[in-house]
């Protein structure tokens, strides 16, 4: 049976939630770590490190660096882990300052300039995008990606219908108005991402009536490019589809619901700002 085990650093323990969501990997794989579930110290030698959160702090750094030495195989799992995720919002410098400045706290690791990607710390062998993945995701992750059949984009999961003769004239908002069933969300007004937003996760979100906001990242064929060719894409699909302004929907993605991801995890050169990044992940590499 093989081994694996998850790291956790900076992050909500999403991830692992959903992870211990799904039952399927009991009869493959042997858990040795996940602080969760497990008493143990230090991470041990496993077949596959999964690894959630981002590296905000000298212990993150730590513990990573030290993990990924005794794993034959590391993926980084969820968006805090590939982008930096909510941890990064203590990258404003007001909030980091007046951190530091606290001269009463004791037994706090140092924080770092930034929440960093662990790619900018460690290799990656495999990126699992998701906040957080679904536990099929997981699944795949584990058990081989080749072996994953994923569509190439949310909308071919989804299902609802693209109408050309239902065209909005305003934005109902992220979550107002009644959500009619069967038909695109964006025939209805709504502000969702899915036609950019890379497939497998089964569009849970949109088959419920919810946008997608794009946690899964871009699809492959926008993956190797900069994050304003993703918002272009976007913006002519709703030129397509609606009567919307363009100001409107140019608002709407950089509203708070939207701008986690589509700023922070999009960006698969990795954040410009964060040393190490400016490079594309490879689109072999993410599941």
Known sequence: MKTFAVL?????????????????????????????????????????????????NDEDLYNLQRAVRR?????????????????????????????IAEERRRHVPHLLPQCRPIDTAVAV?????????????????LTGP???????????????KKLKDMRPKRLLGFQQGEVLPDICLINQGFLCVGSSTRGGCRA????????????????????????????TLIQRVFDT???????????????PQYALFLFQFADYFGPVHVEGGGKPRPKEKVL
Request: glycine share 10%; proline share 8%.
């Open 8 to 56: 956790q650093l900076s992050g909500c323990a999403g991830c692992e939630v959903s992870l211990l969501n799904s039952k399927a990997w009991i009869q493959q794989y042997r858990l040795l770590y996940l602080p969760l579930v497990s008493s143990t110290y230090e991470v041990p030698e496993v077949e596959v490190l999964l690894v959630s959160g981002g590296v905000r």
């Open 71 to 99: 794993a034959g195989r590391v993926v980084a799992v969820g968006t805090c882990a590939i982008s930096g995720g909510v941890p990064s919002l203590g990258d404003r410098a007001e909030v980091r300052e007046m951190f």
């Open 125 to 141: 062998d495999l990126y699992l995008p998701g906040c957080p993945p679904t536990p099929e995701l997981l699944m795949g992750a």
């Open 146 to 160: 080749e072996a994953f059949q994923a569509s190439r984009l949310v909308c071919q999961e989804c299902g609802r």
């Open 204 to 231: 849970p979100c949109p088959r419920a009536g919810h946008p997608c906001v794009g946690c899964r990242g871009p699809t492959n064929a926008l993956i190797d490019q900069q994050s304003a060719v993703w918002f």
């Open 241 to 255: 589809l609606t009567d919307i302004p363009r100001e409107e929907i140019e608002a709407g993605l950089r509203s």
